[in-house]
């Protein structure tokens, strides 16, 4: 048990100046306000006593914030007696926390880092905190996290928020400023989902290697700008049309196989429930054939279809594609 006692202090007498045990950012404080205008502060901040015989605090930060707007002159504390280790304090701080409410991703990542502030190793961190955390002792979880707090705030929004992968986030952290802004624009742009995300950074690490020009350079080109400001098409179209753009790019023989593939396809005029479908990628010289059919009759129908298409010639044409 932590030796503690407990005391009513002047809010004056906390040093708010430091923060080395703030795992949580204050956010929106109305509804704290509320709180304690109508029901008093329920929680007691902990603190500890500096050498110049003020507090510094351990807990509570979003509170005493509330606290001066409010313009309340005492708080509740519980003054810490031990003379407990930095690490011992922050400790203390991160079990409330966890009692309260699951740490974001954004949290986990700056709870890593100041643990490692506080003189803890990986092997400490994994062993013993992110047990703690729920993620077990999983080093994969310590490598995708432990860098992310170096991401800029509207990354850090969005993956708090869902709006990004935790895999996306890890392959940002390590690219440059310039880049994630850049790719930032998109993201924000087509509101696209996580798979599509994690697509389009690839497809763009590929092209500016082969072009041997900057992500930058990419995502600002004239292509780029009118499919992200066309007024008149819907995300979804400014999605697709964006993830084609990168395709050309990065695959120009396939897509350029894939729209002859289509258009001579398209030519055959085949009914619904009868396909001619290509290898993945066009990277086999065979055709499947799929089609359905619910009696003989439709069965011969199909089959008499199949050879129009050959008489045609549109099969010769299909065949010389791959």
Not at 162 to 170: E, G, K, M, T
Not at 192 to 206: M, Y
Request: proline share 3%; with cysteine.
């Amino acid at each position: 048990m932590i030796n503690t006692s407990y005391h009513i202090i002047k809010l004056d007498e906390i040093d708010d100046r430091n923060e080395m045990f703030r795992i949580k950012e204050s956010g929106d404080l109305q509804n704290l306000i509320v709180s304690i205008r109508k029901a008093g502060l329920l929680t007691p901040l902990y603190v500890y006593r500096k050498e110049n015989q003020k507090y510094r605090q351990v807990t509570g930060f979003k509170r005493l914030a509330a606290l001066k707007k409010l313009v309340i002159t005492h708080v509740p504390v519980f003054i810490v007696k031990d003379d407990l280790t930095e690490i011992e304090l922050f400790e203390i701080a991160l079990l409330e926390n966890l009692s309260v409410q699951q740490f974001r991703p954004s949290e986990i990542s700056i709870i890593i880092k100041k643990l490692h502030d506080f003189g803890q190793n990986r092997e400490d961190i994994i062993k013993k905190y992110l047990p703690l955390l729920g993620f077990g002792r999983n080093p994969k979880v310590y490598d995708l996290y432990k860098d992310l707090y170096k991401l800029e705030k509207h990354w850090l929004e969005a993956l708090d928020g869902d709006r990004i992968s935790i895999d996306l986030a890890f392959l940002l952290v390590n690219a440059d400023k310039s880049d994630r802004h850049a790719f930032w624009t998109v993201v924000d742009s087509l509101r696209a989902g996580k798979n599509n995300q994690r697509e389009f950074w690839f497809l763009c690490r590929d092209i500016i290697k082969m072009e041997n020009t900057s992500l930058k350079n990419l995502l600002e080109s004239p292509d780029t700008e009118q499919i992200l400001n066309n007024p008149v098409l819907t995300f979804a179209q400014k999605t697709e049309r964006f993830k084609n753009l990168l395709w050309e790019k990065r695959y120009p023989r396939y897509m350029k196989v894939k729209q002859e593939y289509n258009t001579v396809l398209k030519s055959a005029k085949l009914p619904p429930g009868l396909n001619i479908l290509h290898a993945p990628f066009f990277e086999g010289d065979s055709y499947n054939v799929h089609f359905e059919f619910k009696s003989e009759q439709e069965f011969i129908q199909k089959i008499q279809l199949l050879q129009s298409v050959s008489d045609k010639g549109i099969l010769k044409v299909l065949l010389e594609l791959v």
